[in-house]
């Protein structure tokens, strides 16, 4: 992990989310709007009186502030929708976030910053990195990722969005390089046979680089892998030659137990007694048909095979 994740994890430890203060917004809702009617009808009732004196003074004064008075109620509500969270800041310090939906009523002179607590897709752009045995490859990846705790998602990093974004580029560009693309002798880890385990490391991984930053992975899974273009075709040759051998030993296996099996019928039936010269013929013969890709025609001996 690089110094600069190292140094967002203590200062994670220094930020963390705590429910912040507020009200139910629906009574102060009505409150202010019978606040405003109020001051309406004071200053209404004011202008009958065109003499200018101390109760009509009064009744401006007393319907101006009715009126400031419900503009301040209005001023400090706040909806909260489902899936969003408000966090609350006060002259520049953190005061704690509002979670819960609904209209609430919060501190007026408080910055309400919103923040998407849903769960949000991530693609990454495709990386051209070179795997363990340094072959190019092409490697993208999906990451579903949430965010966990406001506080440090706006506090600890300038941006938690393109923070994940670096930090899932980063992780997918480590994995890459980390395992071979197939499957290598030893009988290893590779990118193209072991995708479960690689994809559970990769979401390790991603988690741990942001979780400085309040944001918990949920899934990670390789939308792309493949060899980079210029070495495709000679790794696609490569591995039909290798699909032939296989299949090749497959077929002598199975046709070589074939064999063992025909010559052990024949001595424990005693169908026909054969020297070693004859089982010699007798085995190439039958590894012939048995290898073979075409037809083969039979063949009827009228002779001896000593003729």
């Not at 190019?136 to 938690?160: G, H, K, M, R």
């Not at 060899?227 to 090749?248: D, F, H, K, T």
């Not at 004859?278 to 085995?283: E, S």
Request: aromatic share 4%.
């Amino acid at each position: 992990m690089s110094a600069e994740i190292l140094a967002g994890a203590r200062n994670s430890q220094q930020v963390a989310e705590s429910q912040g203060w507020s009200v139910p917004g629906v009574p102060v809702l009505v409150a202010g709007v019978a606040l405003t009617l109020a001051g309406a009808w004071v200053l209404a009732g004011s202008v009958p009186s065109s003499s200018p004196g101390t109760g009509r003074d009064a009744l401006i004064a007393i319907g101006v502030v009715l009126l400031l008075a419900a503009a301040l109620a209005f001023r400090g509500l706040t909806s909260v929708v489902a899936g969003q969270a408000r966090v609350v800041q006060l002259f520049g310090r953190y005061r704690g976030t509002v979670r819960e939906p609904g209209l609430h009523w919060i501190n007026l002179f408080a910055l309400r910053r919103p923040v998407s607590t849903r769960i949000r897709n991530l693609e990454t752009s495709m990386a051209k990195v070179n795997d363990l045995d340094g072959n190019p490859i092409e490697i993208a990846a999906v990451v579903v990722w949430q965010v966990q705790d406001t506080a440090q998602a706006l506090y600890v990093v300038d941006d938690f969005e393109r923070f994940v974004t670096i930090q899932a580029e980063t992780a997918v560009r480590h994995i890459a390089s980390t395992y071979p693309y197939t499957i290598p002798d030893d009988g290893g880890l590779s990118l193209r046979g072991n995708a479960e385990e690689v994809t559970q490391e990769l979401s390790a991984e991603i988690a741990a680089r942001v979780r400085s930053a309040g944001v918990t992975i949920v899934e990670s899974r390789l939308t792309r892998l493949s060899y980079a273009p210029e070495i495709a075709q000679a790794m696609l040759r490569q591995q039909q030659a290798s699909a032939v051998v296989g299949a090749r030993t497959r077929i002598v296996e199975g046709a070589v137990g074939m064999v063992q099996l025909a010559l052990r019928r024949l001595q424990e039936e005693d169908v026909v007694q054969l020297d070693e010269e004859r089982k010699a013929a007798m085995v190439s013969n039958l590894l012939v048909v048995l290898c073979s890709e075409q037809a083969t025609q039979q063949v009827v001996n009228t002779g001896s095979l000593y003729q």
